[in-house]
Nanobody, 125 residues
Framework: VQLQASGGGLVEAGGSLRLSCAAS????????VAWFRQAPGKEREFVAG????????HYADSVKGRFTISRDNAKNTAYLQMNSLKPEDTAVYYC???????????????????WGQGTLVTVSS
């Protein structure tokens, strides 16, 4: 399974970006997808995850209410809409996938088998 993340860039605080994750997985609907991020000098952390449809998503507390994860199974693509961005959101964002659907509590990097290359998001103050 190959994942291709895109959509990162430089944005001012309060702005928005939408990240995309294109997947080669078939059928895409059988894979859980998540976004993680890694800031300089910090460990990679869970941001948001989604199961087979857009009604089964969960978020880290730090992004709840600002970020929305979604997926379009027909296009084999997942998205992360990021609004009200803050400087502390600056990081490399990675999409990840795994076959099947983990428990909502399974938010560690070990719970995902396939990773994209990452896309850099920089939020200026």
């Amino acid at each position: 399974v190959q994942l291709q993340a895109s959509g990162g860039g430089l944005v001012e605080a309060g702005g928005s970006l939408r990240l995309s994750c294109a997947a080669s997985a078939r059928p895409f609907s059988s894979y859980a997808v998540a976004w993680f991020r890694q800031a300089p000098g910090k460990e990679r952390e869970f941001v948001a995850g989604i199961r087979w449809n857009n009604n089964a998503a969960h978020y880290a507390d730090s992004v709840k209410g600002r970020f929305t994860i979604s997926r379009d199974n027909a296009k084999n693509t997942a998205y992360l809409q990021m609004n009200s961005l803050k400087p502390e959101d600056t990081a490399v964002y990675y999409c990840a996938a795994r076959l099947g659907f983990p428990a909502l509590s399974a938010i560690g990097t070990i719970n995902y088998d396939y990773w994209g290359q990452g896309t850099l998001v920089t939020v200026s103050s």
